[in-house]
């Protein structure tokens, strides 16, 4: 079974600095076409998940420039270049395979301000 | 605009069965297929169960598989998850979300608002 693996799980940071996410996965990502299936959720407090990323490394619709999806094969990352205060919350990352569409969810990473 | 709107949820006893629904409307509706993802208090997001366009294919998470169908109505828009012998594990937010198989940016692009499953005696 596909295992997403999420570090650190949990991240405090200063307004204005950097923070990365770490997502590896147990399978690779090498077989799917264009890298569809990994995206980037974020959930804020009592709010529904949004998507953030879709394809590795595409922004959705009114997502700031700040935030940046890396990565290929097994590993990723999601980094946030000079976080804000809307940033706090829960990031997810998400891993899927072509038919059935089944997906996998990491743990989730907790990001809150310093 | 696309909107997913899930209802049904609410307190169940263990045991028993309870049926989730969710709306949509904004997108043609059979074109894709559709998830259930659940998080139950305080933990992450587990996908559940995914239904494709025509209902033609199903599939579920190991932990529900015998328990809970998935099913949809494309003269309605909507999409369904019939959930028996709920257990307390099974207490969550339920979310409904899509996906357009061999699509780039449709998936998991939308999400509803989720709805509420407590079970509890």
């Known amino acids: 079974d596909l295992v997403l693996t999420q570090s650190p799980l949990s991240l405090s940071v200063t307004l204005g600095q950097a923070a990365s996410i770490s997502c590896k996965s147990s399978?690779?990502?090498?077989?799917?076409?264009?890298?569809?299936?990994f995206n980037w959720l974020h959930q804020r407090p009592g709010q529904a998940p949004r998507r953030l990323m879709y394809?590795?490394?595409n922004r959705d619709s009114g997502v700031p420039d700040r935030f940046n999806g890396s990565g290929s094969g097994t590993d990723f990352t999601l980094t946030i270049n000079g976080v804000e205060a809307e940033d706090v919350g829960v990031y997810y990352c998400?891993?899927?395979?072509?038919?059935?569409?089944?997906?996998?969810f990491g743990q989730g990473t907790r990001v809150d301000i310093k | 605009q696309v909107q997913l709107v899930e209802s049904g949820g609410g307190v169940v006893q263990p045991g028993r069965s309870l049926r989730l629904s969710c709306a949509a409307s904004?997108?043609?509706?059979?074109?894709?297929?559709m998830h259930w993802v659940r998080q139950a208090p305080g933990k992450g997001l587990e996908w559940v169960a995914v239904?494709?366009?025509?209902?033609?294919?199903?599939s579920y998470v190991d932990s529900v598989k015998g328990r809970f169908t998935i099913s949809r109505d494309n003269f309605k828009n909507t999409v369904f998850l019939q959930m028996n012998s709920l257990r307390a594990e099974d207490a969550a937010v339920y979310y409904c979300?899509?996906?357009?198989?061999?699509?780039?940016?449709?998936?998991?692009?939308?999400w509803g608002q989720g709805t509420l499953v407590t079970v509890s005696s």
């Open positions: 399978q690779s990502l090498v077989y799917s076409v264009g890298n569809t299936f």
């Open positions: 998400m891993q899927g395979i072509h038919w059935p569409p089944t997906w996998t």
């Open positions: 394809a590795v490394s």
């Open positions: 239904i494709s366009y025509d209902g033609g294919t199903t």
């Open positions: 979300s899509r996906e357009l198989i061999g699509g780039k940016a449709e998936k998991f692009d939308s």
């Open positions: 904004g997108f043609t509706f059979n074109d894709y297929a």
